[in-house]
């Protein structure tokens, strides 16, 4: 199950990657927004990571209008990794080496096919584990601090 949450300026990226997703019959849930009414990105990252941290959702697509602000505050929640891509290098790369659990993108900054593109990536490239293994504890521990 993926959880998706967009602020205002992630609204229409995250409504095209929600039929993207329709279409390869993946299972989602959407928590929001609704529409391009002004919402705070930190307040729509809040539920879909909490999904993803508490075990409900396997990962999260977040929209807000650079991708940045909503990773940031995707950052803060204990048990999130998230990363903000533009590219499919980084995209692939996030889950081999990082185990990135929550993507975020920005609806001003791509288009829908780059968009499309990154979830697939994303969500089909797995974690390689081995020697990253440690790097992902030690990154874990830095939330306790």
Excluded: W
């Excluded at 999904?51 to 803060?76: P, Q």
């Amino acid at each position: 199950m993926i959880a998706l949450a967009a602020d205002h300026g992630g609204y229409q990226l995250k409504e095209a990657v929600k039929r993207h997703l329709k279409a390869q019959n993946i299972a989602f849930i959407d928590y929001g927004a609704d529409s391009e009414a002004p919402v705070d990105y930190a307040d729509m990252a809040l539920p879909a990571c909490e999904a993803v941290a508490g075990g409900r959702c396997d990962k999260a697509l977040l929209f807000c209008g650079t991708g940045v602000g909503i990773s940031m505050a995707a950052n803060k929640i204990k048990g999130i990794r998230a990363c903000c891509c533009s590219d499919a290098f980084s995209a692939k790369y996030t889950r081999l080496h990082n185990d990135a659990n929550v993507l975020c993108l920005g609806g001003r900054v791509v288009g829908t096919g780059l968009a499309c593109e990154l979830v697939d990536l994303f969500l089909n490239t797995p974690f390689e584990g081995g020697r990253h293994e440690k790097r992902i504890e030690k990154l874990m521990k830095l939330e306790q601090k």
